[in-house]
C-alpha cells in the first residue's frame, strides 16, 4: 500500500499557492463553510470537486442516515483500544478507508481520542483509553490506517471534550501540566506523528477561550506541532465570526448558513480580518484536497485498498474476539468442552438482540448483525440444544419497530411505504423501506423539494407476529404526529424536548407517544403516522427531520421471564448470560447518571449464577459497569461493542476456536466513591482529579481500589514474567528500549500483552505512582519463551514545567517495571536519566 508523504511536495504546494491566488475575496471565503451537512463546496476555478466528509468511528455511514447505504460495522474504540495491537488496528483502518472510497467518502470523522477521564462521560464507548499513551499509539494507528487508503482521517474532538453534559458551552478548567501530559498527548501523538491531515475543535471551551477560537489551535496545532492539514469546527460549534477567522479554524461545519460567508468577506473588506488569514485556511482546504484526489490534475496520496465480502466479516470476527477481555476465568470453565456439552441456555436482554455500537455520530447501519444467540447456534450445530430466555427488560422506551411485524400496505413484502406531501396533500414521491426510523439532513431525495414537503407519511400493516395481546404503536420525535390505526385517529400530539436538552437527543432519544392496540393471533391493521415537517429553521437542527415508528410487542413480565431463565440455566450444562446497557444509557448528547446495569439485570445473573455454578456472564457495554455479581459466577467475559460479527466472534471465544485477547483500556471500578464527575458548576467543570486519572490514581487514599485494574486480561494459558532487560542511562531527551522475557507455562499457545510502567517515587515533581511507558504484543506456543521489545520514549521521563511553559526532565532514577497489568508488575529496572536539558 502505498504510503503518504509527510508533506506535500514543494512543486504541489507552489501549485496550490498558486490556485489560492487565483481566487477572488469571495470565492475563497465561500470555501470556508460547508456547502450542505456533509460536503464542501466545489470550486472550477481552483480545480476542487466536491468533497465528502462522513461520520465514524464504528464504520463510515455515508451521507445518509438510514438503513439504504449499510456499513461495515466495526468494533467500538474501547473494543479495539483492548486489542493493544497497532497492527490489527491500522488493518482496520485501511478497511474503514476501503468502505469510506466505496461511498465516495474523502474525509473520515474519527477517531475519538478524548480520554475516558471518568466513565460517567457518555461516547466513553467512542474514546479509546483513560490512558494518553495508549490512546495515542492506537489512535495513530488508525490515522496510518485510513490514510495510507488516501482517505483524510480528523482526530476530535480537540480538546477537553471529555465529557457530554452542557458540552456546547461547558468551560473545562484544567491545569496546564495536566493538559499538556494527558489531554493533549494523544494529539500530539498523532499530529507529529501520524501526520493526521484533518483535526475537529471541540464545542466545549477550555480554560475561558471556546475551542473554535481557542489560542491552542495556533499556538500549539500550527507553531509548536507544525501541523499542516485542515482545523474544522464540530457540527455547530462555530458562533462568531472575527475571533473565530482570527484563530487557526479554517472550516466552519455544516453549510451552507454559518457565521462566516458575507461576514467574514466584510470583515477582511473593514481590515479587521487580515486576509492573509483566509489565504492559508483556503491553501489548507486544497492541500486537503490533494491529498485525497479532490483536485484536478493532482493524484490522491495513495489508493484505497480493496476488501471483499469475506474478508471484511474475517477481519472484523478476528477483531472483535481480539478485544474481547475475560476479565475471570474460574476453574478454567472457558474455554468449554464442545464434547461434553448436550443442551446451553443462553440467557439475558442482549442475547438475541445484541448492542454492537453506541449511539450518536457513531452510528451505522450495518448490513446485518450476528447475535450471540444466532453465533452459538450456528457454532453448536444441531448436536447442542441452545434454549434461550430473555430474562428481563432494561429499555424504558418504546424501541424502533421492526419486521416482521411490519408489512408494506401494498402487500409487495416487509417494511413500510414512506411518502412525501405538499401543503395541499399532493404526493411528491415516495419509497418503500425496510426500518421505521428516519433522519433526513437537508435533503429528503432526489426529485423531492425540501421546502415543498409539509408532511411525511409512514403506512405499514402492523401484524401479530408475536401472537396474541397488546401491541404498543406510537412514534418518537419533535414536532406534530397523528397516528391513525384501522382508519380511526388515536392520537394528535405535539412532541418537544425539555429545556436545555442537547441537539442528539432529539436523534437518539426523542419523547414519544403511544397507544394500545389489542390484536389476535395472526391479525394484521393498517397504521398510518403523519408527521408535520419541520421548517428550514425548525427541528432538531437547521434541515434536519427525523422520526421513528415505535412499537413494543406483548411481553411477560420481568419476575415470569426471570423464572423461565432460571428454569432453562438449571436443565443446561452451561448458561451464558448477556447483559449491557441501552441506547438510554451510553450515547452521545449526554452523560451516565450511574454504573450500574439498567433494568433488574443484576438480580438475573445472581438468580442464574445460584441455579448453575458454570455460569458465564458476557457484559456488552462500551464502557465500565458495576458488576456486585462478579464473584458469583464462573467467568466474565468483557465484550465491549464489538461490531456486526458479534455473535460468531463470541462463539469463537467461548469454544476456544480463538483466544479472548483484549486487555483492560480502562479500569473498571468496583463502585463509583471516588469518580471524577462530568457536572460543571455554573457553567464550568473543573478537573480537580489533575494528572490522578484511572490507574494513574493508585493507591491515593481518596481512591477505592478497582474490580479489574488497567491492563488486566486473561487467556487461556499462562504466562511467567522471567527477566527484563532497560538501559542503565539515558540523556535527557533520549528514550530506550527495555526488553521483557515470558514464558508460557500454559498448555496451549498464547498471546501476551506485555505492559511497562515508569514510576519515580523520590523525585521532586509531584506525579502518579506510576504511568504507562509502553507496551508490546507477544505470542509463543505453550512451554516456549517469547521477547518483548518495548520501545520506552524520551515523552516517558518528561514533565511539563508550568513555570517556564515548557518541556523539561528531572535527572535521576527512575525505575520501569514490567508486568501483565497495572496491579501486577512482578519485575523491575533501573533507569538513569541523565542531565537536566529541557526540550524546547
Known amino acids: 500500500m502505498t504510503r503518504q508523504s509527510a508533506h506535500p511536495a514543494p512543486d504541489t504546494e507552489a501549485e496550490l499557492e498558486r490556485r489560492v491566488a487565483a481566487l477572488t475575496l469571495e470565492q475563497k471565503v465561500r470555501l470556508l463553510t460547508g456547502g450542505d451537512f456533509w460536503s464542501l463546496l466545489p470550486e472550477p476555478d481552483a480545480g476542487l470537486r466536491r468533497l465528502v466528509v462522513s461520520d465514524g468511528p464504528a464504520g463510515v455511514r455515508g451521507e445518509l442516515w438510514d438503513e439504504r447505504t449499510p456499513s461495515a460495522n466495526v468494533p467500538s474504540p474501547t473494543a479495539l483500544a483492548a486489542t493493544w495491537d497497532e497492527a490489527r488496528v491500522e488493518r482496520l483502518g485501511g478497511l474503514l478507508a476501503h468502505e469510506a472510497r466505496g461511498k465516495g467518502v474523502d474525509v473520515l470523522l474519527a477517531p475519538t481520542v478524548n480520554l475516558?477521564?471518568?466513565?460517567?462521560?457518555?461516547?466513553h464507548f467512542e474514546c479509546f483509553s483513560e490512558d494518553p499513551l495508549l490512546t495515542g499509539r492506537i489512535g495513530a494507528a488508525y490515522v496510518r490506517g485510513v490514510q495510507h487508503g488516501g482517505v483524510a482521517a480528523t482526530v476530535k474532538h480537540f480538546v477537553g471534550n471529555?465529557?457530554?453534559t452542557q458540552r456546547m458551552t461547558v468551560d473545562a478548567r484544567i491545569d496546564e501540566r495536566v493538559l499538556r501530559e494527558l489531554y493533549l498527548a494523544p494529539f500530539e501523538v498523532i499530529v507529529r506523528e501520524a501526520r493526521v491531515w484533518a483535526v475537529m475543535a471541540a464545542y466545549n471551551g477550555v480554560n475561558g477561550h471556546s475551542m473554535t477560537e481557542s489560542p491552542l489551535l495556533r499556538e500549539v496545532l500550527h507553531d509548536e506541532w507544525g501541523f499542516d492539514g485542515v482545523v474544522m469546527s464540530d457540527w455547530f460549534a462555530t458562533r462568531t465570526t472575527e475571533p473565530s477567522a482570527r484563530a487557526a479554524l479554517d472550516l466552519v461545519m455544516p453549510g451552507p448558513l454559518g457565521p462566516w460567508g458575507e461576514a467574514l468577506v466584510t470583515a477582511v473588506q473593514e481590515g479587521k480580518v487580515d486576509e492573509a488569514l483566509v489565504d492559508d485556511k483556503v491553501l489548507r482546504i486544497l492541500r486537503l484536497a490533494a491529498r485525497v484526489g479532490a483536485l484536478d490534475g493532482l493524484p490522491a496520496a495513495a489508493p484505497a485498498p480493496t476488501y471483499d465480502a469475506a474478508s471484511v466479516a474475517g477481519l472484523l470476527r478476528e477483531t472483535a474476539a481480539a478485544g474481547f477481555v475475560l476479565a475471570r476465568n474460574e476453574e478454567a470453565v472457558l474455554p468449554l468442552d464442545r464434547a461434553a456439552l448436550r443442551r446451553v441456555a443462553v440467557l439475558g436482554p442482549n442475547?438475541?438482540?445484541a448492542r454492537t455500537l453506541g449511539g450518536g455520530s457513531a452510528t451505522v447501519f450495518p448490513p446485518y448483525t450476528v447475535s450471540p444467540l444466532?453465533?452459538?447456534?450456528?457454532?453448536l450445530g444441531d448436536s447442542v440444544e441452545v434454549t434461550h430466555g430473555v430474562g428481563v427488560t432494561p429499555q424504558t422506551r418504546t424501541p424502533v419497530a421492526g419486521l416482521p411485524f411490519l408489512g408494506r400496505p401494498d402487500g409487495s413484502g416487509d417494511g413500510v411505504e414512506v411518502r412525501y406531501l405538499a401543503a395541499d396533500g399532493t404526493v411528491l414521491g415516495s419509497e418503500p423501506r425496510a426500518a421505521a426510523a428516519y433522519t433526513w439532513m437537508g435533503s429528503y431525495g432526489p426529485g423531492i423539494a425540501s421546502e415543498a414537503v409539509a408532511r411525511i407519511e409512514v403506512r405499514t400493516v402492523l401484524r401479530a407476529a408475536a401472537g396474541a395481546g397488546r401491541y404498543g404503536i406510537g412514534a418518537s420525535g419533535l414536532g406534530r404526529f397523528r397516528m391513525s390505526v384501522a382508519g380511526t385517529e388515536v392520537f394528535d400530539v405535539q412532541l418537544a424536548l425539555p429545556p436545555g436538552a442537547d441537539l442528539v437527543e432529539g436523534l437518539l432519544s426523542p419523547p414519544q407517544h403511544l397507544h394500545d392496540v389489542e390484536l389476535a393471533e395472526g391479525e394484521e391493521t393498517e397504521v398510518v403516522l403523519v408527521h408535520d415537517a419541520p421548517a428550514a429553521d425548525e427541528g432538531i437542527a437547521?434541515?434536519?427531520?427525523?422520526?421513528?415508528?415505535?412499537?413494543?410487542?406483548?411481553?411477560?413480565?420481568?419476575?415470569?421471564e426471570i423464572e423461565r431463565a432460571v428454569a432453562l440455566a438449571r436443565a443446561a450444562e452451561v448458561a451464558v448470560v448477556v447483559v449491557g446497557t441501552t441506547e438510554e444509557v451510553e450515547s452521545e448528547g449526554f452523560d451516565r447518571t450511574g454504573l450500574?446495569?439498567?433494568?433488574?439485570?443484576?438480580?438475573?445473573?445472581?438468580?442464574v449464577a445460584a441455579a448453575n455454578p458454570r455460569t458465564v456472564v458476557v457484559v456488552n457495554s462500551g464502557a465500565p459497569v458495576l458488576l456486585p455479581w462478579a464473584d458469583e459466577v464462573a467467568a466474565v467475559l468483557l465484550a465491549w461493542f464489538p461490531g456486526q460479527e458479534f455473535g460468531d466472534a463470541l462463539a469463537d471465544v467461548l469454544l476456544g476456536t480463538a483466544e479472548p485477547g483484549g486487555r483492560l483500556p480502562t479500569e473498571w471500578p468496583a463502585a463509583e466513591a471516588g469518580l471524577p464527575s462530568t457536572q460543571p458548576v455554573d457553567g464550568v467543570l473543573r478537573y480537580d482529579e489533575g494528572l490522578f486519572v484511572g490507574h494513574r490514581g493508585q493507591g491515593r487514599p481518596d481512591r477505592t481500589p478497582p474490580r479489574y485494574g488497567f491492563g488486566h486480561g486473561l487467556g487461556y494459558t499462562s504466562w511467567e514474567y522471567v527477566a527484563v532487560e532497560a538501559p542503565g542511562a539515558v540523556p535527557a531527551g533520549e528514550g530506550g528500549t527495555v526488553t521483557v522475557r515470558v514464558r508460557n507455562t500454559g498448555t496451549r499457545q498464547g498471546k501476551e500483552v506485555v505492559q511497562v510502567y515508569a514510576e519515580r517515587p523520590d523525585g521532586a515533581v509531584d506525579r502518579p505512582a506510576h504511568w504507562l511507558a509502553g507496551f508490546a504484543v507477544v505470542e509463543a506456543a505453550a512451554g516456549e519463551e517469547a521477547v518483548a521489545t518495548v520501545a520506552v520514549d524520551a515523552r516517558v521521563f518528561r514533565h511539563w514545567d508550568t513555570a517556564a511553559h515548557t518541556w523539561a526532565y528531572e535527572p535521576g532514577d527512575f525505575t520501569l517495571r514490567a508486568g501483565p497489568s497495572s496491579l501486577r508488575l512482578p519485575l523491575a529496572a533501573r533507569v538513569t536519566v541523565a542531565g537536566a536539558d529541557d526540550e524546547r
Open 116 to 123: 475516558h477521564r471518568t466513565p460517567y462521560g457518555g461516547r
Open 596 to 607: 450500574a446495569l439498567p433494568g433488574r439485570q443484576d438480580e438475573l445473573v445472581r438468580r
Open 162 to 164: 471529555d465529557s457530554e
Open 542 to 560: 437547521a434541515g434536519v427531520t427525523a422520526l421513528q415508528l415505535n412499537l413494543m410487542p406483548p411481553r411477560g413480565s420481568d419476575d415470569e
Open 351 to 353: 442475547a438475541a438482540v
Open 374 to 379: 444466532a453465533g452459538l447456534r450456528a457454532a
